[in-house]
């Protein structure tokens, strides 16, 4: 068993069972090819490299054979290997893939030129109808030139995914690493999602005491996030809002930032998209404090504080789905489950995310399903694991 057969799946298997392409060409984002390979392993995938002349000067192909546990195409040969992998063939790969993408190849593929093993194979899975995507990396000047911003387009009218690159230091830089992969996923998971719309509300709310404290919770907003991954890699145009939270937003999802119960409550009230799923595991403040200009003297003995109620936020939000979330601590079962059809029943909801947060640890939870149908449906593992189960119960009702 080669190395890179041990990875495979360790973080997923979105890919199992997909091969893809990877063409590695000449910038020095090359570099990364390696990691890129790695971490589509990881996803389940069985990854092919082909590479340029000039990508040979910057990384040597035998690290890309160890990193993607597959011989690499530096010439095309007799094993013609441009059509047994991206040719009109009952078994080919599921997706090429060039990243980084410099300028030079990216022209020459808008305009049909092929030249090194990466443009043939670019031109075979285009003319195949196969799936292409294009990551490109070179100096910012040349990615404002009008003939690459004219190929972009151009590719893009071809079918072709073209990722947007990270402008920093001048220079047009591939995305993150996890970016590509959710992209990947995306385009070759289950799709069931494709079409929709799906917003997910995530984090705590910050209450503000005065102009230093405030009043907040301990929900570390991860669910949401992942939640979020998970409706993108399954097609969904997905947006997150998100208060205060422990969990970084994957730069590839579209996302808006909260603060107070009021600043979430004006962002639904002016929402004008029409959502297909909404799911709300934000934990939002019940009370809110009457604010004290300035800062309270820590010198006072006692402290009080005068808290007003606030509107319940979920009771406003339309969707054909909307799934809200009910969090409690050191109740039974029956009791969590009386509650959470309590909040259905007044919010509307299509179903309720329940959990005691006892049972909450870092990256795993357990949590009940609760509609109106039935019984309630436990869910334990991770919390992507868990993601899933819950759009698989919110697709189901959207469709």
Known sequence: ?????????????????????????????????????????????????????????????????????????????????????????????????????????????????????????????????????????????????????????????????????????????????????STVISRLGRRDLKGLRVLVISGATEEPVDDIRMLTNRSSGETGVEIAKAAFHRGAGTELWTGRSDAAVPSHISSRRFRTTKDLHGMVAAEEQTWDIVLFPAAVSDYTPEKVEGKVSSSEPLMTLTLKRNPKIIDGIKAKVVVGFKAQSHVDDDRLVSESVALMERSKCSFVVANLVEDVAAGKTRVLLVDSKGAPEELKGTKAEVAEKILDRAARMVR
């Open 1 to 181: 068993m080669h190395p890179a057969d041990h990875l495979r799946g360790t973080k997923g298997d979105e890919l199992r069972g997909r091969r893809v392409v990877l063409g590695v060409t000449g910038s020095i984002a090359a570099v990364d090819s390696v990691r890129l390979c790695r971490e589509l392993t990881r996803h389940g995938a069985e990854v092919h490299v082909v590479v340029s002349q000039e990508a040979q000067n910057i990384i040597h192909p035998n690290a890309l054979e160890f990193a993607s546990g597959s011989p690499v195409t530096t010439n095309i040969d007799g094993r013609v290997q441009h059509v047994a992998l991206c040719g009109d063939v009952p078994d080919r790969a599921d997706l090429f893939l060039i990243a980084p993408c410099t300028a030079n190849t990216l022209s020459k593929v808008a305009c049909g030129i092929d030249d090194t093993p990466v443009t043939t194979f670019a031109t075979t899975a285009l003319g195949s109808d196969m799936p292409v995507m294009i990551v490109p990396a070179m100096h910012g000047s040349m990615i404002r030139n009008s003939a690459v911003l004219e190929n972009i387009e151009r590719l893009k009218g071809m079918g072709v995914t073209v990722l947007e690159p990270r402008m920093e230091e001048s220079k047009a830089k591939m995305p993150e690493m996890s970016h590509i992969v």
